[in-house]
């Protein structure tokens, strides 16, 4: 018999199935918030949602979150090198499905069902007691389950997107009482038009706003504002869609309108909500973004033991009213430091997966805690497939290959989005994603680090 599972995967299991020996079947169905926001009226220039291959291809990331007694969906077979590197490094990694004719434009969930086959056995594994869990839930993953007999390791996909919604989060931290920049949840007209009110005044005054969708993704959604004309022109193209969308009905929008204020820093917080609505604070990151779009994580977050508190303190609330709101499972919440090192707890709730879940193997199982650890992403442009083996080579002693008391190099945590793209190559090639996370023993050794990986993965674009 194998030994139960333990750190974060044993956590996640009895949270959502109730018992840490239950078989889950992992999908990474990333951007969920695309099927959220259906239906629902958003800003109107980023209101459609295309699809990305290579978005779509950090399904992979989810083979890092079970163990051997689990099962995995993926929408195309492991690179056999990027397998052989992560079993050198004793990793057991679940049972791989999968799907037949992938299409990039989609999400591994809408590919699992357009594929008989597998569903067929998804279904035995649901006869042997496996339950279904997702980067998040929509009503894709339910119709999934439902067709296979996989029952949900998570809520109700109608539960999901309630507690996802930007104008939760706003509502449910302004009840709380917990520090927020000055602003203003909308779902109708007039809320619409009195948050408009207010942020002229704001902007009178100098500042600057920023208008949420509510189900805005990886830097979709976020406009930010400096002047009156600008907020006036959004203001009439909102709720001319919002009549439009309406069909003489009662037209409704979901935009949060906010204060965008100065900060020092941008954190991530993990904590997972069980079924019986107890509440595990699990981590802290430092978030780090460009131009707002996310680029990776550090860890440990340069956060202060009072900080640190406070913001255990808040997930602690937070998760004991999603529970109360009927959800659990696996909770993210965006947070912000101020320039004079106050907190603002809560920006926005993630009630889903998050990029910091996938990489929780690295900080249990990698790295001592006297490393320092940075999540990130190189944009690699080969003009041809690049195989792991190849990859391997490029970058030789900086890849961390062994596991010990000083563990140094980068961890690749997803092969796949390297070629997502490489059936549309052009002339220059195209452009794909490596995304790993840089272990050393100081800041100064993670630059270093991250320097030479970049320059070898550029030169080697160069020549091939």
Not at 144 to 154: H, I, N
Not at 158 to 167: E, M, Q
Not at 197 to 206: R, T
Not at 251 to 277: C, I
Request: proline share 4%.
């Amino acid at each position: 018999m194998q030994p139960p599972p333990a750190g974060f995967t044993a956590r996640l299991k009895r949270a959502v199935t109730g018992a840490v020996d239950t078989p889950l079947v992992f999908l990474g169905n990333f951007e969920v918030e695309n099927q959220w926001a259906v239906g629902e009226p958003a800003l109107p220039r980023v209101g459609a949602h295309a699809g990305s291959a290579v978005v779509n291809r950090m399904d992979e990331f989810a083979l890092l979150l079970g163990g051997k007694d689990d099962h995995v969906v993926l929408k195309t077979a492991l690179d056999e090198g990027y397998r052989a590197y992560l079993e050198g490094l004793g990793l057991a990694l679940p049972t791989v499905h999968v799907v037949a004719g992938q299409d990039p434009r989609r999400t591994v969930s809408e590919d699992a069902l357009a594929d008989p086959g597998l569903l067929h056995t998804l279904s035995a594994l649901a006869a042997g007691g496996a339950r279904l869990t997702g980067h998040g839930v929509s009503t894709v993953e339910e119709e999934l389950s439902e067709r296979t007999g996989l029952a949900l390791a998570a809520p109700s996909a109608a539960v999901c997107k309630r507690v996802n919604s930007k104008v939760y989060s706003r509502r449910l931290a302004d009840e709380l009482g917990i520090r927020q920049a000055r602003g203003w949840a909308c779902e109708t007209l007039p809320e619409l038009a009195d948050a408009v009110a207010a942020a002229g005044e704001l902007l009178a005054a100098g500042r600057r706003v920023v208008v949420k969708d509510a189900f805005g993704v990886s830097g979709k959604g976020i406009v930010v504002l400096d002047s009156g004309k600008r907020l006036a022109r959004l203001h009439r193209m909102a709720v001319t869609q919002a009549e439009r969308a309406a069909g003489g009905g009662e037209p409704r929008t979901a935009l949060v309108v906010e204060e965008w204020v100065a900060k020092r820093a941008d954190l991530n917080y993990q904590f997972t909500v069980g079924r019986d609505g107890s509440t595990h604070f699990d981590f802290v990151k430092e978030l780090l973004t460009e131009n707002g779009v996310h680029k990776g994580h550090r860890m440990p977050a340069r956060l202060t033991e009072r900080q640190i508190t406070e913001i255990a303190a808040t997930a602690g609330r937070l998760g004991e009213r999603l529970a109360a709101d009927g959800y659990f499972g696996v909770v993210g919440v965006d947070a912000m430091v101020d320039p004079d090192g106050g907190l603002y707890p809560v920006v926005e709730i993630n009630a889903r997966n998050n990029m910091s879940t996938y990489q929780s193997v690295v900080h249990e199982v990698l790295a001592g805690p006297d490393e320092v650890a940075v999540a990130r992403h190189f944009t690699v442009r080969p003009r041809r497939a690049l195989p792991f083996a190849e990859l391997r080579e490029v970058l030789d002693t900086l890849l961390l290959t062994e596991r010990g008391p000083r563990p140094r190099g980068l961890f690749v945590n997803n092969y796949a989005t390297v070629n997502a793209a490489a059936a549309d190559a052009g002339d220059d090639g195209f452009e794909g994603r490596l995304y790993g996370v840089l272990v050393a023993g100081s800041d100064a050794e993670v630059a270093a680090l991250d320097t030479d990986i970049t320059r070898r993965l550029a030169a080697h674009t160069e020549r091939s």
